[in-house]
Nanobody, 121 residues
Framework: EVQLVESGGGLVQAGGSLRLSCAASGFSFDDYAIGWFRQVPGKEREGVSCLESSDDGRTYYEYSVKGRFTISRDSAKNTVYLQMNSLKPEDTAVYYC?????????????WGQGTQVTVSS
């Protein structure tokens, strides 16, 4: 059974940090791109960051998080992390991880259940 389980969300003050984890099982983890997305009620889900498969390794970041967020992969633990620093209230959202063949707008076949991040001002 394919599973993606996010963790690490919570409440943090502006300027603080959180590290989200996306633990994967049931598929060839290293062969897939892993993306982080976020969604605020009433708004469309947006891509935050993406990491291509282990053979490729390229990373991408949404403009507003560049320089503050870092995506990384631990193949031994089948886990992708999103280190979030200098958090802002506008980063408040439910964060989801997804697995797909490439970092692209479409083709995300597997999704986690999401973890809430709340940044207070």
């Amino acid at each position: 059974e394919v599973q993606l389980v996010e963790s690490g969300g919570g409440l943090v003050q502006a300027g603080g940090s959180l590290r989200l984890s996306c633990a994967a099982s049931g598929f060839s983890f290293d062969d897939y791109a892993i993306g982080w997305f976020r969604q605020v009620p009433g708004k469309e889900r947006e891509g935050v960051s993406c990491l291509e498969s282990s053979d490729d390794g390229r990373t991408y970041y949404e403009y507003s998080v560049k320089g503050r967020f870092t995506i990384s992969r631990d193949s031994a633990k089948n886990t992708v992390y999103l280190q979030m620093n200098s958090l802002k209230p506008e980063d408040t959202a439910v964060y989801y991880c997804a697995a797909g063949t490439h970092c692209s707008p479409d083709g995300w076949g597997y999704w986690g259940q999401g973890t809430q991040v709340t940044v207070s001002s």
